[in-house]
């Protein structure tokens, strides 16, 4: 392939991508697409310029234009997170975790976590972060029927192990977990406790979720692509007052984990919070809205969705069943899923004991349809798609061709401060 074929591949390959998206259902939970403005603020001049440091004390020239960008930022992302510290650097949640842990911790040191079978996310567990920083880890008992640590006899291990970090937060989370509890008693044991809000940026700054900085967090984590939406990166954020934790974590961010932080994503984030405080209250409450109105709609066409006691979930992000433990049936339904015009991923459930090669179940997430405007009366039509798909098994480009036409309707971002086209022609 010479160079010209292999732009034209990329390009035909990305014009592709949006395309399957535009003419698709959209469920991945722990992905969004941009606004009209924060596309325009990413593809600005500030793509490929460094500005090593913090505003005012840069390693490099030519950076007093960025620096009020990052000034705006880091008093917005104060207002938005209601926080006494904001480091808007980061260039993902992952790096965000690297960051934190390496302020909060050392080689060597026991940390806590909930497993990756539990909903952990990788960075919190040796294959990932907590392995690159050397830590040993010890994961939380698990309450199956509530989806959250079982508060006693976490608080039992956290005592008799007396890590130097608690971590909580998860890939899959459905209910706020009780951390006001978990975290007094980190504390009473001298531990830090840290929250990754990846998942849950978004519904924490809307009030729609738990509020770990006033339940005891020292600091807190987060993605700003996911139910937070702007471009891809992460914050790192605290409400304490103690300057030397607030300088370790800027220093853990740069020169700790990062070097450019790309500008551009920065700028994009910036924008991503002015719009968060115009409109994300409402679009947190309506991504929640939607996620309960999909999870009753899928149980009521007949599929196994879990936590129904609990009305299925409390965040962004429902889960179903789709067989027996280690069934590999989630990988079965989300490939035939795709077929049919539904983008999803399968997931471990409790129970599942094998790699994600071979899951039981399906993590589904509300918040890019809501961006495009769909709503409880959509999220029926979704699980009826679901039931054609699943349950029925028709013909999958028959499900697709009517998806497409449905999906027609919705092609337009939402909860933004300039509406514009969702799928933008490559």
Not at 182 to 199: Q, T
Not at 274 to 280: D, N, P, R
Not at 286 to 304: P, T
Request: glycine share 10%; with cysteine; aromatic share 6%.
């Amino acid at each position: 392939m010479n160079p010209t074929q292999q732009v034209d591949a990329v390009m035909q390959a990305s014009a592709a991508s949006g395309r399957h998206y535009r003419d698709s259902i959209p469920m991945i939970a722990s992905e969004n697409i941009l606004s009209p403005l924060v596309a325009e603020a990413i593809q600005g001049d500030l793509h490929g310029r460094y500005a090593e440091g913090l505003p005012g004390k840069r390693y490099y020239q030519g950076c007093d234009d960025f620096d009020t960008i990052e000034n705006i930022g880091i008093e917005s992302a104060q207002r938005v997170f209601n926080c006494r510290f904001a480091n808007i650097q980061s260039i993902s949640g992952t790096v965000s975790n690297m960051g934190a842990l390496k302020a909060l911790t050392k080689p060597g040191d026991t940390i806590t976590a909930v497993s990756t079978a539990d909903g952990g996310h990788i960075s919190h567990h040796p294959m990932g972060a907590v392995g690159m920083r050397g830590l040993n880890l010890v994961t939380y008992p698990w309450d199956e029927e509530r989806m959250e640590p079982d508060v006693d006899a976490a608080s039992k291990l956290i005592r008799t192990e007396q890590p130097e970090l608690c971590l909580f937060g998860q890939s899959v989370i459905l209910f706020p977990i009780p951390l006001q509890e978990l975290a007094d008693v980190a504390h009473e044991v001298g531990a830090r406790v840290m929250y990754d809000g990846a998942h849950v940026l978004g519904l924490i700054a809307g009030g729609e979720f738990q509020d770990p900085l006033r339940e005891g967090a020292d600091v807190m984590t987060g993605s700003s692509h996911k139910t937070f939406p702007g471009p891809q990166g992460g914050f790192v954020l605290s409400d304490s007052d103690d300057e030397l934790l607030q300088k370790k974590l800027n220093n853990a961010i740069f020169p700790g984990v990062c070097s450019s932080y790309h500008l551009h994503h920065v700028a994009g984030k910036v924008v991503a919070m002015a719009e968060f405080e115009a409109h994300g209250k409402q679009y947190a409450k309506d991504i929640v809205s939607n996620a309960r109105a999909l999870g009753s709609a899928l149980s009521s066409e007949g599929f196994d969705v879990i936590a129904e006691e609990r009305n299925f979930t409390a965040s962004h992000q429902i889960l179903t069943r789709h067989g027996g433990p280690d069934s590999g049936a989630g990988k079965r339904a989300a490939q035939r899923l795709e077929d049919c015009g539904i983008i999803t991923n399968m997931n471990m459930l409790p129970g599942d004991t094998k790699a994600m090669s071979g899951p039981s179940g399906l993590r589904l997430g509300t918040p890019e349809l809501t961006r495009i405007g769909m709503g409880a009366d959509e999220m029926q039509d979704v699980a009826k798609f679901f039931a054609r798909s699943l349950l029925s098994e028709e013909n999958p480009e028959t499900v697709k061709s009517d998806i497409a036409r449905f999906k027609s309707e919705f092609q337009t971002v939402k909860y933004a401060i300039q509406e514009g086209p969702a799928y933008p022609e490559i």
